[in-house]
C-alpha cells in the first residue's frame, strides 16, 4: 500500500459531486480489507478514525460494512475483548451474547446523539475520567473529582462514589415510578441497559439521565449540585421537546412527567 494511493483518495473526498466520493469509497473498499495491522497504513489506523473512516461510515449508515472491516482486524478484536474482561471483574462474568446485546442496545438512544455517546464510551471503557486523563496531562491527577479519595474509574464515577451513591439513593426514593420499584443497585444495573425491551422505557431512559446528569457535574467540579431538585430540572428541561416530538414512547405516560415535578 503507497502513501500516494491514500492521499490520492483523500484528495477526492473535500469535492461536492457525488461521483467523486463514490469513487473515494470504491478505492476504499479495495484497499481495506489488505489492512490486517495499524502498522500497515498508519492513515487508515481503525483506532484513529480520519477523514475517509468518517466518509466511508457516513457513506454506510445503517449497514454492517463497517463493523465487518474492523472484525478483519484482530488488534481492535483484543482491544474489545480486554475490555470487556476488565468488566467482568467488576459487574461479574457476562456471555458473548450479553455484550452483544449491550452494544446493539445503543440503536435504542435515538433521541440524542451525546448522551448515545457517552453511554457508548462508558460500557466501552473509554470515557475520559481522570484515571487516563491523567496519563496524559501531568497536572491532572487520577483522583474522583468528587470524593478525591479514590481513583477516578468509570464505575467509580458512576456508582461506587459517595456522592453518587447518596445522589442515586435519592433517586431510589423519589422517582419509584421511574424505577418501577426496583431501586438501581450495582454497577451493572446502574451503567448497563436493559436488553429485553426493543424501545427504550423509562427505567432505561432514567440510568442514561443519570449518567449525563453526573458526567456534566463532573465535567463542571460541581458535586454539590447532585442533588434531586436538580436533576428533576435537568430531565425536565431535556425531555420537554421530545415529549412534544413524540419521539420517546414512554413519555406518554403522564405520571412519569408528574414525578419529575419540582
Known amino acids: 500500500l ?12 473535500p469535492g461536492i459531486r457525488p461521483n467523486q466520493i463514490r469513487n473515494a469509497i470504491n478505492s476504499l473498499d479495495r484497499l481495506l480489507p489488505e489492512l490486517n495491522t495499524a502498522d500497515a497504513a498508519p492513515h487508515l489506523n481503525p483506532d484513529a478514525p480520519t ?3 468518517a466518509a466511508l461510515h457516513r ?6 460494512h463497517w463493523t465487518k472491516t474492523l472484525r478483519q482486524n484482530p488488534t481492535v478484536i483484543e482491544k474489545i475483548k480486554t475490555k470487556q474482561r476488565r468488566w467482568n471483574t467488576v459487574i461479574g462474568p457476562q456471555t458473548d451474547a450479553f455484550w452483544k446485546q449491550q452494544y446493539l442496545a445503543t440503536h435504542k438512544i435515538k433521541f440524542d446523539n451525546k448522551i448515545m455517546l457517552l453511554h457508548l464510551q462508558s460500557i466501552k471503557r473509554t470515557l475520559r475520567t481522570n484515571i487516563f486523563v491523567s496519563k496524559f496531562v501531568p497536572e491532572i491527577t487520577s483522583n474522583c473529582t468528587f470524593c478525591n479519595q479514590h481513583r477516578e474509574t468509570i464505575e467509580h464515577l458512576l456508582h461506587s462514589c459517595q456522592h453518587t451513591q447518596d445522589f442515586i439513593e435519592r433517586v431510589n426514593d423519589e422517582l419509584p415510578l421511574w424505577t418501577r420499584n426496583q431501586p438501581l443497585a450495582g454497577p451493572k444495573d446502574t451503567i448497563f441497559l436493559d436488553d429485553r425491551f426493543k424501545d427504550i422505557y423509562e427505567r432505561d431512559l432514567l440510568k442514561l439521565m443519570i449518567k449525563d446528569f453526573i458526567w456534566k457535574n463532573r465535567c463542571l467540579h460541581t458535586p454539590e449540585n447532585l442533588t434531586i431538585a436538580n436533576f428533576k430540572e435537568y430531565s425536565q428541561k431535556l425531555l420537554t421537546i421530545h415529549h412534544q416530538a413524540n419521539t420517546i414512547p414512554c413519555l406518554a405516560n403522564r405520571d412519569l412527567r408528574a414525578e419529575l415535578e419540582i
Open 2 to 13: 503507497q502513501t500516494r494511493d491514500v492521499d490520492e483518495v483523500i484528495e477526492s473526498l
Open 59 to 64: 457513506h454506510r449508515k445503517g449497514s454492517s
Open 51 to 53: 477523514l475517509i473512516h
